[in-house]
């Protein structure tokens, strides 16, 4: 799923290439895209794109007061700019948007069609789609601290909760917890005020290097090849690779549709968490530190 760092710069390449210019026709491919029905999708077409903005992991076009496409990318929904005159034909091609200058692809490259469009006609309506998390980018430590000693999760779950942190998912809660040096398991109840303390730092300075970091590459063009798997991690999608701090290999847990990536020496002091397929499977042999493994 598109994170914090990649939302930002889809709605800022979307600042650039469609704001000021009008939708000029809208082909929906997909019955399941569009979430809503009344207002219709029909009604943005002949619209002018006044606005973008950022509703947690959400991108919201404003097409004047009362007016506003919702879109929720999830896990496998892009964007994607055409040439103008390009139409929709592939499987994996939801809806086109065409513009004067080009043409706008919501694409998912997944059978469970998860991304989603909504149509609705006041800020209201915008403001339901916002879970409630704080604010990362812009938080002092103080309500750092409140909202995450506000429930009692581990460290994984904390950071990805969207009622909790806003914009934070699987991937950079991994770079988070590694630069933090924290286990992803470890009860948010149980933290020490410096390992609070570690862990904010850690989350403002790894979003903004990742968030400048897009942007450099990105330039003016729009972005393209958006994936929670880069090359510049340090753990996320790592397993078994060196850790860049001190060459453990990247450990892994699996779980669900998800995987948590951690270095054992720079965050467990080399204790290797249980994954619950593995472990249930070799009971007793499941190595309890990286030295056993």
């Known amino acids: 799923m598109p994170e914090l760092p990649d939302v930002t710069n889809y709605v800022e390449a979307l600042k650039r290439f469609i704001v000021g210019k009008r939708i000029e026709k809208i082909q929906v491919r997909s019955p399941f895209v569009v979430r809503t029905f009344s207002p219709p999708i029909a009604a943005a077409q002949d619209r002018v794109v006044t606005g973008i903005q950022r ?39 939801l809806i086109a948007f065409q513009f004067d200058c080009g043409v706008l692809m919501l694409t998912e490259a997944s059978p469970k069609k998860r991304a989603a469009v909504y149509v609705v006609a006041s800020v209201d309506e915008v403001k339901q789609q916002d879970p409630g998390g704080l604010d990362v980018l812009d938080c002092d430590a103080a309500d750092f601290r409140a909202a995450l000693l506000r429930e009692n999760h581990t460290l994984k779950r904390a950071l990805t909760d969207p009622h909790l942190f806003d914009g934070i998912g699987n991937a950079y809660s991994d770079e988070i917890l590694h630069g933090a040096g924290l286990s992803p398991l ?3 109840s149980r933290l020490a005020d ?24 990105t330039g003016d063009r729009f972005p393209e090849n958006v994936t929670a798997f880069r090359p510049g991690m340090a753990v996320h999608g790592r397993f078994k690779e060196p850790c860049p ?14 995987e948590c ?7 467990t002091q080399g204790k290797l968490l249980a994954d619950r397929s593995l472990s249930r499977l070799l009971k007793d042999d499941w190595p309890d530190r990286l030295e056993e493994e």
């Open 194 to 217: 410096d390992e609070i303390t570690r862990l904010y730092e850690s989350v403002q300075r790894t979003l903004h290097e990742w968030i400048d970091r897009l942007r450099e590459e």
């Open 186 to 188: 470890k009860w948010t």
């Open 245 to 258: 701090v001190c060459g453990t290999p990247v450990q892994r847990i699996v779980y669900a549709e998800n």
């Open 261 to 267: 990536n951690y270095c054992p020496s720079c965050q």
């Open 55 to 93: 509703v947690a992991k959400r991108i919201v076009w404003e097409l004047g007061d009362d007016l506003f496409l919702i879109f929720h990318l999830m896990i496998a929904g892009r964007f994607h700019w055409r040439k103008p005159g390009t139409q929709a034909r592939g499987k994996i091609d």
